[in-house]
Structures are given as structure tokens and as C-alpha cells.
């Protein structure tokens, strides 16, 4: 065992040798195991607030996880993005919305099916950086970056509307 930890949820993660996995708490039993993950270092690992999710970094990859199924729902390679910049969990619309370079360091925004993991849609536009993203409803996204104002469909990206809010856009 090479590390483990308690998450504020109440979860006991153990990374090992073989894998990084969830344990059950008052059996000891193994929850869900992740063997790609193995080895993974401390440093690696983050939970991410006021949510059931945890990052795990590993190689090129950052993968959103799951700590109670242990199920992938997200993995940036698989998404495009070589750096992630930042993201917003959107409840509402069942979005991880996630910002970041690609691997030509084009920007990227991606929109990610928390309950399967699946990339909605993708934007590959100027934005800047996003300032705040929210939920308006299950159906629409409101996202503020550097450069624009945007409401977008939650489920294919399509923009709603788009206003500028700098010179530079």
C-alpha cells in the first residue's frame, strides 16, 4: 500500500502496487478496483469539492472517477484536451463542463455526461478563460469566459445566443 485516505464523503481509497480501489469501510472488502490506475501517488489524487468525484492524474490522462462505483467519467485523453484549465460540475444538466488545451494547444471546451461519461459536445473557439459556468435549467448552459457570454443547449452544444463582452472577441 503506498497510500490511502479517507474522503469527505466518508470513503476509504487505498492506491497500491495493483490498483487504486475503493474499500469498503466496515467489511474491509473491495469495492472497485482500477489496475490502469496502480501505483498512482498521492500527489496524483484530488477530490474535487462538494462532489462525489475525484481527479486521478496518470501519465497524459486526468480521469474524473467515481468514489462510490468507481466508474470513469471522464478522461481527457479521450476527450482531446492535453491540459485542463478548469471545470464546473453542472447538476441540473448532468454536465462536467471542462476547459483546456488540446494536444496542438488549440483551446477546447468539452461537455461530459457525469452519469456515463460520454463528451455531449465539444467547442474548439477562442473563449478565453471561463469565468463561471451554471445550469439554467436541464437544457440550457450559461457559460462566462474572457471574451464572450454564452447560452448554450446543454445537450448539443449548439449556441443559443453569443455576445461579446471584450474588444478582443
Do not use: H
Request: aromatic share 10%.
Amino acid at each position: 500500500i503506498y497510500w490511502q485516505e479517507v474522503t469527505a464523503l466518508g470513503n476509504l481509497i487505498v492506491s497500491s502496487g495493483n490498483q487504486l480501489a475503493g474499500i469498503d469501510t466496515e467489511s474491509g472488502s473491495i469495492l472497485w478496483g482500477k489496475t490502469e490506475l496502480a501505483g498512482l501517488n498521492r500527489g496524483d489524487f484530488e477530490e474535487l469539492p462538494n462532489s462525489p468525484f475525484f481527479t486521478a492524474t496518470k501519465g497524459n490522462g486526468i480521469f474524473l472517477i467515481d468514489q462510490f462505483s468507481g466508474a470513469q467519467v471522464f478522461n481527457s485523453e479521450t476527450a482531446g484536451i492535453k491540459t485542463i484549465e478548469d471545470y464546473f460540475l453542472l447538476y441540473n444538466a448532468d454536465a462536467i463542463l471542462v476547459a483546456g488545451k488540446t494536444f496542438s494547444g488549440d483551446p477546447i471546451m468539452v461537455s461530459v455526461k457525469m452519469s456515463t461519461g460520454e463528451v455531449s459536445w465539444k467547442m474548439n473557439e477562442k473563449f478565453g478563460r471561463i469565468i463561471a459556468a451554471t445550469d439554467l435549467n436541464e437544457r440550457e448552459l450559461l457559460i462566462i469566459t474572457l471574451f464572450n457570454n454564452y447560452k448554450i443547449d446543454a445537450n448539443s452544444g449548439n449556441v443559443i445566443w453569443k455576445e461579446a463582452n471584450s474588444a478582443e472577441a
